[in-house]
Structure formats: C-alpha cells, structure tokens
C-alpha cells in the first residue's frame, strides 16, 4: 500500500512537473508560430515594371576585390511602393577598396536631382543603407524616382566606377493600411506591410527586427522569406554594415 502511495507521488510530480515545463516553453516562444506564417512580399496588382531604361548593377573594373555586384534591395522587376516622405534605401555592397560613393535620386523626367550627396564606405561587405534626410526635398504622391549608387573607384575615371540604379514609388496610405499599422506592434510591422504590397517599409522594418534580435529564429525565418518572396533570395546571407546605426549627412 505505502509503495503504491509513493508510486501515485512521483506519478503526479513528474506529471505536474512536465506541464510546467511546457508552459515555460510556450511562454518563452508565445509568437513563433504566428510569426513564420508567410512573411512574404506581395506586389499590388497595379504594380509598375522597372522601365526599360534601367540599367541595373553593374561592375567597375578596377575597386572590386571579389566577384560581386552592387544589387539594389528592390523587388525583381518592380518598381517598389514607399507611403514615406523621405525613405530608407538599402543595396548590397560588394567588397571593394572604393572609399566613398555618390547616392542620388531624380523624379522620373528630371534631369536635376531631388537630391545628392556623398557617403563614406566602411571597409566591409554587406548591405548599406541611406535614409533620405528631413531637409531633403520630400517625395511627391504619384510620383516615380530613380535612385542610384555610384561607387567611386577612380576619381579621375568615372568610367571605372561600379553603378547600380532602382526604382521608388510613392503612394498615399490608404485607410485599411493606416488601421494595420495603428493594431500593430513593431514585431508584425513588415507583415502589415508585405501584406499591402509596401516594399521600402516593409524592408526596413524588418531589418530594424534583425537588429534588435539578430539571433531571434522567427527574425531569420521572416527575413529569408521576405527576400526570396522578391526575388532576392542571394542576398539573405548577407550582413548589415550601417542598417542598425545610419549615419545621414
């Protein structure tokens, strides 16, 4: 009888001991299943092709020290929808003994730019970013623009320098997108925006999750699936050089 008591004891410790630790579990990874639920991209229907005109990246011949390109972050073939004034862009750098690159952003038409400047270039690989800053000229509605890098290799040779150019849109919010955000919080932002077919915001944001939890699984998950959703699917090993701390001049 006392063994069949003891029995029963340890029975209902080990019971109540593996539930507590199940709870323990799902309470360290409340969200990981809703989070890996299609963070995909999802171009609007009226989406515009890249026009024909756009060269897309291309190779210098001298600053390159490994074979690699400067890709725009842009969805393949698209022209990527922004609802900011003044948005973040990102590319990806190729190592190269270059120092310095020119960004600069025209309305489509144009031959003056809405904007220029130079920017220093760190001594690794990876993605780089630039957020248009608030004394900039901010991008109309319904306006398209061509933005571009040019990586400086030989200052008295523009023709070795390696460019790359892409395409931004910028479109009113309308009242379903400004009701997703406002119901949501920063961890389920870039799905709000993928959803929408918001690709500039929908990137930044979940890249600004990459920095604040660069070991988090459903941050990597997310991030891969996002990229190959665009057609980016090369660039998702890459590293963040000055995504998480952009310096703008």
């Known amino acids: 009888m006392k063994l069949m008591s003891k029995s029963l004891y340890f029975l209902t410790f080990f019971l109540t001991l593996s539930s507590q630790i199940g709870f323990v579990k799902a309470q360290s990874y409340p969200n990981l299943k809703r989070e890996q639920i299609s963070q995909k991209f999802k171009p609007r229907v009226d989406n515009k092709r890249n026009p024909v005109t756009d060269g897309g990246a291309t190779r210098g011949k001298s600053c390159l020290t490994k074979k690699e390109l400067l890709i725009p972050l842009t969805p393949l073939n698209l022209v990527g929808l922004t609802v900011a004034k003044h948005p973040t862009f990102f590319w990806n750098m190729p190592d190269s003994i270059a120092k310095s690159l020119n960004f600069t952003i025209f309305a489509d038409g144009e031959t003056e730019p809405l904007y220029k400047t130079k920017l220093p270039i760190r001594n690794a690989a990876g993605i780089m970013s630039f957020t248009l800053p608030q004394n900039a000229p901010p991008l109309e509605i319904n306006q398209t623009y061509k933005w571009s890098v040019n990586v400086i290799c030989d200052p008295e040779d523009s023709s070795a320098n390696i460019r790359m150019s892409a395409w931004v849109e910028r479109i009113e919010a309308d009242t379903s997108l400004i009701q997703n955000l406002k119901n949501s919080d920063s961890r389920n932002l870039s799905n709000v925006y993928g959803e929408a077919g918001i690709w500039y915001e929908g990137l930044n944001s979940i890249i600004q999750q990459r920095c604040i939890q660069p070991n988090n699984l459903a941050v990597k998950i997310k991030w891969r699936q996002f990229l190959e959703s665009a057609g980016l699917k090369d660039i998702i090993s ?12």
């Open 238 to 249: 890459q590293k963040l050089i000055n995504s998480c701390l952009v310096n703008n001049k």
